[in-house]
């Protein structure tokens, strides 16, 4: 699979990205790395890494520093482009998702959505899982019938307060 396939184009959901986002993406698909290459290079999580590639994390000056020593592009110029002003937008994009992987990840909530919260009732109490405090892991997993995607959402459970 060609890396220059992870490129946002300007006409994606992505195009309102930092300008450090397209030099990072850029310098990944010429260098031919994967996330789990890049975040293994640094010491970080591959999903973690690859949420602060499209703006969904903030990467500190000493994580961006790595990473661009990594992808051979003038830390300087990264610095300058992400600064203590900028925060991460962790939204979704339009509703209801129009790239399929996402579709379908949202689709999954919206078909197993009630019987996940009623387990997780059953089993922790009244409360949410936390996307703050979360883990996130993918993996493929190979099935005859053909390779199987195995996604885990690693959060901590915090209870509704009781005032």
């Known amino acids: 699979m060609s890396q220059a396939a992870t490129v946002p184009t300007h006409n994606s959901p992505y195009a309102d990205l930092p300008g450090i986002s397209s030099k990072l993406f850029e310098a990944k698909a010429q260098k ?3 996330f789990a290459q890049i975040a293994e290079a640094i010491g970080k999580d ?3 890494l690859a949420a602060a590639f499209y703006g ?8 961006l520093k790595k990473v661009s020593e990594v992808l051979g ?3 300087l110029e990264s610095l300058s482009q992400l600064g203590d002003h900028w925060w991460p937008n962790r939204g979704l994009g339009p ?3 129009t790239d399929p992987v996402i579709y379908r990840l949202y689709e999954s909530v919206l078909v197993y959505g009630h019987a996940i919260k009623a387990i ?3 089993k922790f109490g009244d409360g949410i899982m936390s996307m703050i405090d979360c883990k996130v892991n993918i993996e493929k997993k190979p099935d005859p019938k053909g390779d199987r995607v195995v996604l885990t959402f690693d959060g901590k459970f915090l209870p509704y307060a009781k005032w």
């Open 120 to 122: 997780i009732h059953e």
């Open 32 to 34: 031919g790395l994967t």
């Open 95 to 97: 509703m209801p998702p």
């Open 46 to 48: 591959e999903v973690w």
């Open 73 to 75: 592009i003038p830390a």
């Open 56 to 63: 969904q994390a903030k990467f500190t000056e000493e994580e």
